[in-house]
């Protein structure tokens, strides 16, 4: 499912937004995308949404193209240099102990769940992007699913589309809905575990999305740099 919506509100394809169509149809970014021009009032294209962030997942991309394109529309819509949770520093790739390839952010699984839901500001604005190990590209990773996360006040209400269900939400501090939202995206087995990573949403008005050819990787996939409360130029 490719769907999303264009600056005009024609329902279109994110790989070829030339074709219109009469009936509505979101995937996850299509939402986003649709979803970030109400809440931070910014007319967001879709070339804006799509834009190789960080310059390594365009054709050709030794590491595979469009291996992070579910982080890359939560960047660019988000803003740059926009604060993360859990703090990160460093590529879109790195190493799990085992030295299996995962993406950054916190195990869906884990602890580091829970202890990212907590670090959340009550009252702002969050893009969320989910990786998982991934053998079609050779980095071995890819992010494949984004989001909405609105906390408010012993809540955390995660916005999303689905192929089976559509737009929906769930909040993530009920125990039930973080059941299902886990059991949505189980640990690949042998391969390691899916990831979320939080991206606070800079208010209107905010730095533009980067247009036009981002700057080229400065290295390879490997372990994150310590610290840094957000992700690199």
Known sequence: MDGTVSETGEWTLWAKPEKTFKSP??????????????LLGR??????????FFGDSGKGSPWGEDWDFGLDVALNLAGRDSPTVPPVGGHTAVSDPNGRPMG????IHGDGLLEALAALKPGALYFFAISKPD???????????NGIMLPDGGRAMLYHSTKR????????MNPNSLATFRKSFPPIKGKGERRILFVEARPFPCPSPPIGPPPPPSATPGPAAPGGAALPR
């Open 25 to 38: 149809g979101l995937n996850c970014s299509g939402f986003l995308l649709a979803a970030s021009r109400f």
């Open 43 to 52: 007319d967001f294209t879709i070339d804006m949404a799509k834009n190789d």
């Open 104 to 107: 950054l952010g916190a195990d």
């Open 135 to 145: 053998r079609r590209f050779p980095v071995g990773v890819s992010y494949y699913h």
């Open 165 to 172: 269900v559509g737009v929906h939400r769930l909040d993530l």
